[in-house]
């Protein structure tokens, strides 16, 4: 529901600007020599992946033809790299490993020891070093309070299944295991700054494979922000938001942050262990109306103790989506709805990939090993990103060597593309996301939207199998139907969850900004021949304290306030504006708390009349 702050106009300038981050080599660093050798020709776009510096690329093409084999181009930049001064630091090889952390000395001198084109060779010397340089002094890793949050899913590599991780709830670091976690995060190519901030946010409990996701998320969040974000949309549009008095912490003596728990599952999930049937919450909290409230889990840190201390200091039930559906979606939800009696709505989502897109099982290669998908992202990868894909794999027969492996699913990952045919990836089609977040199909297909606008609604929607998980208890208590105060609408996740319930909506009154996702609720509504009333509005500021007690007054009252406020200035890819519930439209999160309070409020008194 949370509003990205990044948007493009067109598909076409979508894959313009994500091709020139992922191959296009700066103009300046090319000689005026060599014959002109763009990123779109396959042999230079292949060797620049590789990491190759384009300077030796042009040269090797030149010196030997465009049609010559690719070994023999390969073979000749390897000796340019060898007779080449230590200097030369700034070759795309040299910077690659810089940027992982390793020390500019040993780079070079592990370059010049096995050749530029020898990456795997490159990489294992390196590590080995990290290892003996981390065997024999102490690590102090420096803490930053900043973290980012781009979901991705677990990675099935059996490789990292021995490293067993601590139970140790202390300090990061301030044990032998994290030590040992350290070390592990280091020995694969990430800096100590990176591996720190990991095990800072995500504590002792996570294994290897959590922790590295969790580093190559910020690394890609870096990568939105630098590359991919239009700078019209940085530029706030908004009202200046009214930011409310904070509310008094009920009795809170320990001022220690929220966690994120492990494994993210809430009270519990469908079809895991660890089911919770009962909680206390506080007495304010208690009782109708419902409220439910949604955000990403990784926001920065105080700001689910904020959102919990002014929504009645009730606690987050945190959950990633990965855990009923085929799609990792880490989000916080603060409500005070039963949680005993959930049950799953029908039918049940797809579990896995294969189970959700079948006809994928056929090219999927067996050194793929993913099972889940990333979190939906509201940009797509381009047509010259798996075109090179396609490049990279055809030049190999048989099974790839793991450099080229690797490449490939780290874009992969990334871009969260599914196999379409042999050495073909793909990006999902917007239809394939509704089926992912348990929309019907063409929820979001037609009516003035762009696939660009598909793209970017059905990235900030909620998970409705997972919210309609939660709703489930509300079927027995409105048997005949419920109203609903519904806040920063989207496309309409939370009415579709009810509706897939089977839970009448007597009333919906929505508050949505965007036009087109107004336009798509109303279509769900008369295409699922609703009987109910549906009232729109298009900001939450326009929804006055008077207003909202009139509709009470009319409808007899709401049974449920949900919704999910921006996440533009909490979320991780945002490293221009990341100023948390105090940010442009982050803040209107105290929009939701005001209505929330005039609804309660309100309430109470309609029942003593």
Partial sequence: MAQDSAGWNTDDELDFEIDNYQSSPPSSSLQSSPPAVTSSDGLFATLIDMGFSPENIARAIEEHGPNADTLVIIDAISKYSVNCEASSSKSKTIDHFLAMGF???????????????????????????????????EVSPVIKEEEDD??????????????????DERVPNSSPENGNQLRSLKDMGFSELEASLALERCGGKVSIADLADFICAAQIAREFDEFHADPEEQKPSVKKRRIEPRRESRSSADDEPLRLPIPMIGFGVPNEPGLITQRSLPAIAQGPPFFYYENVALAPKGVWDTISRHLYDVLPEFVDSKYICAAARKRGYVHNLPISGRYQVQPPPKYTISEAFPLTKKWWPTWDKRTKLNCILTVNASAQLTNRIRHALEAHTGEPPEGAKKYVIDQCKKWNLVWVGKNKAAPLEPDEMETLLGFPRNHTRGGGMSRTDRLKSLGNSFQVDTVAYHLSV?????????????????????????????????????????????????????????????????????????????????????????????????????????????GEQSCLFFEYCRILEVVRETTKKMRRS
Avoid at 154 to 160: H, T
Wanted: aromatic content about 6%; some cysteine.
């Fill in 103 to 137: 020390e500019e000395e040993k780079v070079i001198k592990a370059i010049h020891e096995h050749g530029e084109d020898n990456i795997e060779e490159i990489a294992n010397a390196l590590i080995s070093s990290a290892v003996s340089d981390a065997a024999k002094a």
């Fill in 474 to 582: 509300l079927k027995p208590l409105f048997p005949n139907g419920i109203n609903v105060l519904s806040l920063f609408t989207g496309i309409g996740g939370g009415e579709v969850a009810l509706h897939r319930l089977q839970i009448p909506m007597k009333t919906v009154v929505s508050v949505e900004i965007s036009a087109v996702n107004r336009n798509i609720l109303k279509d769900f509504w008369e295409q699922t021949n609703q009987k109910g009333t549906l009232i729109e509005f298009a900001d939450v500021q326009d929804l006055s304290n008077e207003k909202i007690v009139e509709l009470m007054k009319k409808f007899g009252g709401f049974d449920l306030v949900i919704g999910g406020s921006p996440c533009n200035n909490l979320a991780g890819g945002n490293r221009v504006s990341r100023s948390g519930l105090e």
């Fill in 150 to 167: 781009i979901d991705w899913s677990e990675s099935d590599d059996e490789k990292y299944a021995d490293f067993l991780s601590s139970d």
